[in-house]
């Protein structure tokens, strides 16, 4: 019963989000988590970790939250292939 009525409140939560041309509540839980990581913003493992998300899932989300600017990737120094996201001012908005 529990998880039936949170499903609904999720899904009511997506249609007023949609509804009022705001992003998917994931978009959220992303920025977030980078928001509180501060200006040294995390790892896309960080992230999965920190939402729960699963891999693939985290690498199209974070395509489409650097499409539309909210987020920006940063090569990693010490990583020829690593990056760390971190938040935009827009993304903070």
């Known amino acids: 019963r529990?998880?039936?009525v949170s499903r609904q409140l999720?899904?009511?939560v997506e249609d007023a989000l949609k509804?009022?041309?705001?992003?998917?509540?994931?978009?959220y839980d992303v920025l977030?988590?980078?928001?509180?990581?501060?200006e040294g913003g995390l790892r896309?493992?960080?992230l999965i970790e920190r939402t729960l998300f699963a891999q693939y899932n985290i690498s199209r989300l974070l395509a489409r939250l650097e499409a539309d600017g909210l987020i920006e990737k940063l090569p990693v120094a010490?990583?020829?292939?690593?990056q760390t996201i971190r938040i935009t001012g827009s993304g903070r908005e």
Do not use: I, S, V, Y
Request: charged share 30%; no cysteine.
């Open 2 to 4: 529990l998880m039936r």
């Open 10 to 12: 999720m899904e009511k």
């Open 19 to 27: 509804e009022n041309g705001l992003p998917p509540l994931a978009w």
């Open 32 to 38: 977030h988590e980078l928001a509180e990581a501060g």
């Open 44 to 46: 896309p493992f960080q």
């Open 78 to 82: 010490d990583d020829g292939r690593g």
